[in-house]
């Protein structure tokens, strides 16, 4: 059974929604960890309440960049992670955990990638984006983690309307409504490729 390992920023709802659907045998999966760059996010608190091995490995603990990336591996590898999660993971990944997670790193962004991705387009900044931009429709994508920002395959999308009066947290609402169903479809469709012998 794949072992999932999380990397979360603040309530870290798609690492909920997932381990939900392995507790109901929706998924054949296990949570194996959890990692937050935040040392007080609700995720970290959450993945200690469930019994999860976590950590805050950050800028914070690990002032140096290549550091910080080692610790990630390393925690990672110590619970025996297949397969990297990022749900609402605001910080770039760095090459040793991209390079030994290569094809095996998914993450959930609020826009209908390639549009409103990249440097800078995070939470509420990508919603706000979106209205200003007078987008007539918006989602969520689930796609893998390259070196790039959001530069990934894509593997699943939502899609929401965007309504003419439409405030930032009413479509940060809409959109947010569709991720954890996402994330669970776009990660059963990943584990049934990635099982399958020779894939
Ligand atoms: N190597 C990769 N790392 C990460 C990816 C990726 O595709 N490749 N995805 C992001 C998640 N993400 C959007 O989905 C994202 C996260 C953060 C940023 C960003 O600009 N962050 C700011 C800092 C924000 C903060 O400190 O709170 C920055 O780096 O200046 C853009 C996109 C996760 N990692
Ligand atoms: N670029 C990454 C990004 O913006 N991710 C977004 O951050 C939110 C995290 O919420 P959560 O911490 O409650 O899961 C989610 O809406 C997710 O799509």
Redesign the pocket.
């Known amino acids: 059974m794949a072992r999932l390992g999380f990397l979360?920023?603040?309530?870290?709802?798609?690492?909920?929604a997932i381990a939900q659907a392995c507790a109901r045998g929706d998924l054949a999966a296990q949570p194996a960890a959890l990692i937050s760059n935040n040392g007080s996010?609700s995720?970290l608190a959450w993945a200690r309440e469930e019994g999860l091995p976590a950590a805050h490995l950050s800028g914070t603990t690990h002032p140096d960049p290549d550091a910080l990336d080692t610790a990630i591996l390393g925690f990672l590898r110590q619970h025996s992670v297949d397969i990297v999660i990022?749900?609402?993971?605001?910080k770039v990944l760095g090459p040793k955990v991209l390079a030994v997670y290569a094809g095996r790193i998914l993450?959930?962004?609020?826009s209908l990638l390639p549009k409103f991705?990249g440097q800078g387009?995070?939470?509420d900044?990508?919603h706000q984006a979106v209205i200003d931009a007078g987008e007539l429709e918006s989602g969520?994508t689930v796609h893998l983690v390259t070196a790039g920002?959001?530069e990934g395959p894509v593997l699943a999308q939502s899609n929401v309307p965007v309504l003419l009066t439409d405030t930032l947290e009413g479509l940060?609402n809409r959109?947010?409504a569709t991720?954890g169903k996402l994330y669970v479809k776009a990660l059963r469709r990943f584990l049934d490729e990635w099982e399958r012998p020779g894939s």
């Open positions: 979360a920023s603040h309530g870290g709802s798609g690492a909920r996010s995720a990022l749900s609402g993971y605001m993450n959930i962004h609020p991705g387009m995070y939470g900044r990508v969520a920002l959001d940060r959109v947010q991720e």
